[in-house]
């Protein structure tokens, strides 16, 4: 079953501007992940926060992670066309299986021109 | 390049059909695999946990005898959707965690899309 919920579902911005997307939560995790996944296309590992951070940067993304509020975010900053995609958080749980991961409900973001 | 080869990308066939599909670890070696089942718009819904030289483990509501698997090598799991039935179409993807550590993210092929006629 999904673990959490991500919002907004869909996220429609400009060219040059940021995106912001929050995932929220359930369990303890050992770790969560951000993912893309282009239409019709498998996924794309983006960046992963372990559980004792709180924020994360790779090029023009950045993460944060509160474990208390059990909610990440995800803000690309400077969008560009290219960006379109679908965003999935995932979370590996602290307990149970050692590798599976359970997924949010993913964020479509459309970035225009 | 891509480190998880799915195969086929799509496939078209007439209920009734098996069809089987398959996922390679390229440049590792996986003795877990995943695969996940993806509607439209939705998200990726776990199915299944292969394991090599093992059972499979299946979540709630996946029927074993409908989605077989088989992992029988370090790179190669594969899933065959038997007697296939129009409600099974959908998006299949399938992913590897590399190395042992917990802190490692997975890597997941492009997907199958099926289409049962």
């Known amino acids: 079953s999904q673990q959490g919920e991500e919002d907004p579902q869909a996220l429609s911005i400009q060219e040059g501007e940021n995106a912001t997307m929050n995932c929220s939560y359930k369990?303890?995790?050992?770790?969560l992940q951000w993912y893309r996944q282009n239409s019709g296309r498998g996924l794309v590992h983006l960046i992963l926060?372990?559980?004792?951070?709180r924020e994360k940067h790779s090029g023009r993304l950045r993460v944060t992670l509160d474990t208390s509020k059990k909610s990440s975010s995800l803000l690309i900053t400077a969008s560009r066309a290219a960006d379109t995609a679908s965003y999935f958080c995932?979370?590996?749980?602290?307990?149970?299986?050692?590798?599976?991961?359970?997924f949010g409900s993913g964020t479509q973001l459309t970035v225009l021109p | 390049g891509a480190v998880v080869s799915q195969h086929p990308s799509w496939v078209i066939c007439k209920s009734g059909t098996s069809v089987k599909i398959e996922c390679r670890s390229l440049?590792?070696?996986?003795?877990?695999m995943f695969w996940y089942r993806q509607f439209p718009k939705q998200s990726l819904m776990l199915m299944a946990t292969?394991?090599?030289?093992?059972?499979?483990?299946?979540e709630q509501g996946v029927e074993k005898d409908k989605f077989l698997i088989n992992h029988a090598s370090l790179t190669l799991s594969t899933l065959t959707v038997t007697s296939a039935h129009p409600e099974d179409s959908s998006f299949y993807i399938c992913?590897?965690?590399?190395?042992?550590?917990?802190?490692?993210?997975?890597?997941f092929g492009d997907g199958t899309r099926l289409s049962i006629l």
């Open positions: 992913s590897a965690p590399r190395g042992g550590a917990s802190n490692q993210p997975q890597h």
């Open positions: 369990t303890s995790i050992n770790n």
């Open positions: 926060i372990r559980s004792n951070e």
């Open positions: 995932a979370t590996k749980a602290l307990a149970g299986s050692a590798r599976q991961l359970t």
């Open positions: 440049d590792f070696q996986a003795t877990t």
């Open positions: 292969s394991n090599e030289g093992s059972k499979a483990t299946y």
